[in-house]
């Protein structure tokens, strides 16, 4: 019998992600471009960083293949949001962010076990602060999610678009 993953911890993560998937390809482009306030990101940015994140952390921290597989090939360095907001992303480019970095997250929760949080990973090559556990990882990869669902939630709900709603 083979050690248990880590999919059960987060049973609800797949419905979250297609939930936002299915809030985001239905959103206008001047929906996806609405901000809580000036210096706020843009809807789109803030799917975009999340999706890019993903790959940053997954892939690029923790090793993880698939990176190749999105169009954050280079999530090192150019993630929307923190890095560019100058390529607007639009719905259909979210949508596609969303179903390619998703599968990364469903490798992860099939292949890394309760017993394997504790391994410790490096990027010593990066600079001495890049060491985390695995669990610190996943935990915050899962967490980076939801906070921007809900920052998404807010943008739409307070301009009176229905937001997302995560709970079944």
């Given at each position: 019998?083979?050690?248990?993953?880590?999919?059960?911890?987060?049973?609800?993560?797949?419905?979250?992600?297609q939930?936002l998937?299915?809030?985001?390809?239905?959103?206008?482009?001047?929906?996806?471009?609405?901000?809580?306030?000036?210096?706020?990101?843009?809807?789109?940015?803030i799917?975009?960083?999340?999706?890019?994140?993903?790959?940053?952390?997954?892939?690029?921290?923790?090793?993880?293949?698939?990176?190749?597989?999105?169009?954050?090939?280079?999530?090192?360095?150019?993630?929307?949001?923190?890095?560019?907001l100058?390529?607007?992303?639009?719905?259909?480019?979210l949508?596609?962010?969303?179903?390619?970095?998703?599968?990364?997250?469903?490798?992860?929760l099939?292949?890394?076990?309760i017993?394997?949080?504790d391994?410790?990973?490096?990027?010593?090559?990066w600079d001495?602060?890049?060491?985390?556990?695995?669990?610190?990882?996943?935990?915050?990869?899962?967490?980076?999610?939801?906070?921007?669902?809900?920052e998404?939630?807010?943008?739409?709900g307070?301009?009176g678009?229905?937001?997302?709603?995560?709970?079944p």
């Open positions: 019998m083979s050690d248990p993953t880590i999919r059960p911890a987060f049973s609800q993560w797949p419905m979250y992600d939930r998937r299915d809030l985001i390809a239905g959103l206008t482009e001047e929906q996806l471009a609405m901000r809580l306030g000036p210096t706020s990101w843009p809807v789109w940015a799917v975009g960083h999340a999706a890019c994140q993903r790959v940053f952390w997954l892939c690029d921290f923790a090793g993880e293949p698939g990176r190749e597989t999105t169009r954050f090939t280079n999530a090192i360095y150019d993630c929307p949001g923190d890095d560019d100058e390529h607007v992303l639009s719905g259909a480019d949508v596609e962010a969303l179903d390619t970095t998703f599968p990364i997250v469903e490798g992860v099939d292949r890394w076990t017993e394997s949080l391994d410790v990973l490096r990027r010593p090559e001495d602060s890049w060491v985390q556990t695995r669990g610190a990882v996943i935990q915050r990869v899962f967490t980076h999610d939801v906070y921007h669902m809900a998404v939630s807010q943008i739409l307070t301009a678009v229905p937001a997302l709603d995560l709970w």
